[in-house]
């Protein structure tokens, strides 16, 4: 049985989470504020938000019912701190969670891109290992995680989507001109410029 779909807070949070696992793990499990200042990053984030930290409270504590982070007071015994436990409830390897992080923090991306991006979380050999990651996470019986996008116009790769909020909101690409039109659209453009040159010309003789 699929698991319920995430709002796109919850997924932001358990993204960072999970990335600052493996970027930061010194400072993991984060605290609420460092948790809010990632969420938050104006680079490597897609799209970029701006959560309060009252926000990310409310979120934790949904995604704490559902068993997806875990709460801890780390070894100072002071602050609480929060873990993903993301892995485990959707029974992932570590190598498809890192994918879905990249995914959910960075939005849809190439295989290659995707390699690139997971650096600091996963070594990839190459993009046909992220291809075959994707597509396990593709064809789940339990429910698709993943999906391959319809390849934009002028693209050498395909881009993949995460599906852990839902179907995906993609945004049609319109199709470039042909040359034809192109060189169409370029003369009869030259032609009006002309005309109305003429046109000025003739009216300050």
Known sequence: MPLPALTPNEARVLGVLIEKSKTTPDAYPLTVNSLTAGCNQKTSRDPVMNLSEAEVRATLE?????????????????VLRYAHNFGKVYGLPGAAVDLLAVLILRGPQTASEL???????????????VEGYLDELASRESGALTLKLPRQPGAREQRWAHLVCGEPVVMPVAAPLATSDQEERVARLEQEVAELRALLESLTS
Do not use: V
Not at 117 to 129: G, I, P, Q, T, V
């Open 62 to 78: 949904e995604l704490r019912g559902r068993t997806l982070i875990m709460e801890s007071y780390g070894a100072s015994g002071r």
């Open 115 to 129: 390699r690139a991006n997971c650096e600091r979380l996963h070594h990839f050999a190459d993009a046909s290992a």
